[in-house]
């Protein structure tokens, strides 16, 4: 760092846990103390992250303290090092990225790469590490992109060995699409029992879907605040992303995310977690509507009363479920449409944990051959 300032240059110091930022500014201030610092993150809104990186440009300080949101930056020709904390944490792609922050004009250009001994690091980090420092002539980005699909892998095209999101896409798709063609042939009557090994791989390890989704209708706040996060492109981006999780694990990891580059979750947030949590067990037991409101939940199930769903060991298990418990659980039919009333529900949570006992039991009991 002292270096850089020696002949008037700036630095970027990245360290991507938010709530680390301070500590980092803290330790540059003690072995730097003629450095001026800032710090910058996901969390900010986007007319303060405009300010500061105008300022950073314009010479109002030396070092910028930021997360890996410096990636996708403007150029700065005066910032010509870049120090990368824990860089055996990030993908080729992003050291890739980040270092071609500086470089930016006719000086020679640093990146230092911060990471623990090799002997604790693991092979794919190692082999990551060795890339990055290997190739750092210009033009070497497709060398740096072959590495990156020689450590990760291609997978396969056709099937469900797939790298990144193709594997969550592509597959799942599949057994989705699979899925509802064999319950538009159970509807018309076809013998099911030629085909049980499709009827095994549609499941795979999941349940068959009778409904494709669930509207959560809620007067509870669950959202991603601006407080949380300030710029709309993001928000939108993690709004997609969380659309698309489906099993418990991935949504544990999102959150676990989230906290790692925003700070802990707010309230709206976590009610989000739960109205996700939610609509996944409603789409599990066959339910299009799900409404909690006033300490009640309001479930309106399948609307066509010809679906396969009536008839489904999901849907009579889970009556089971409920006809046992007449004092939480209300069945009635309403213009000719199936409808519950759960008492006792006062938040998201609740009724998740509620769908998500029902859900349970009715497993249990399609495990026990439909016996209690």
């Known amino acids: 760092i002292e270096a850089e300032l020696a002949r008037g240059g700036q630095v970027y110091f990245v360290h991507n846990r938010i709530d680390d930022l301070l500590t980092i500014q803290g330790m540059i201030a003690r072995i730097c103390p003629k450095a001026r610092t800032a710090i910058g993150h996901g969390r900010m809104n986007a007319q303060d992250m405009e300010k500061l990186i105008m300022d950073f440009i314009y010479g109002e300080f030396d070092v910028l303290i930021a997360t890996s949101i410096v990636e996708n930056g403007i150029d700065i020709p005066n910032a010509n090092t870049i120090i990368i904390d824990g860089a055996h944490k990030f993908g080729l792609s992003e050291l890739h990225q980040m270092r071609g922050r500086v470089g930016r004009s006719d000086k020679k250009a640093y990146c230092y790469l911060l990471s623990p001994p090799d002997e604790l690091l693991t092979d794919d980090a190692r082999r990551r590490l060795r890339a990055i420092e290997e190739f750092s002539d210009l033009g070497s980005g497709f060398n740096i992109a072959m590495q990156d699909l020689d450590i990760r892998g291609a997978g396969n095209l056709l099937g469900a060995e797939q790298s990144g999101y193709i594997a969550d896409i592509g597959f799942e798709t599949y057994q989705k699409i699979l899925a509802e063609a064999m319950a538009e042939l159970r509807s018309e009557g076809v013998d ?38 300030g710029q709309a492109a993001e928000k939108l981006r993690l709004y997609r992303e969380l659309d698309n999780l489906t099993r418990e694990e991935d949504l544990q990891a999102f959150e676990k995310r989230l906290i790692d580059r925003f700070g802990p979750l707010p309230r709206e947030a976590k009610e989000l977690m739960n109205v996700v949590r939610l609509r996944r067990e409603a789409i599990a037991l066959g339910m299009e509507r799900v409404k909690v409101k006033n300490g009640l939940m309001i479930v309106q199930f399948v609307a066509n009363q010809q679906s396969p769903y009536f008839k489904s060991d999901t849907f009579m298990n889970l009556l089971r479920s409920i006809t046992a418990r007449p004092q939480k659980f209300v069945l009635r039919q309403n213009n000719n449409r199936l409808a519950m009333t759960v008492r006792g529900i006062d938040s998201i949570e609740a009724a998740w944990q509620t769908l998500l006992s029902l859900h349970s039991t009715a497993t249990n009991n399609d495990n026990n051959g439909g016996k209690n």
């Open 192 to 229: 099911m029992h030629d085909l049980p090994d499709a009827e095994q791989f549609a499941k795979g390890d999941s349940e068959v879907r009778y409904v494709d989704d669930t509207t959560i209708d809620t007067d509870v706040q669950a959202l991603l605040p601006d407080s949380y996060i």
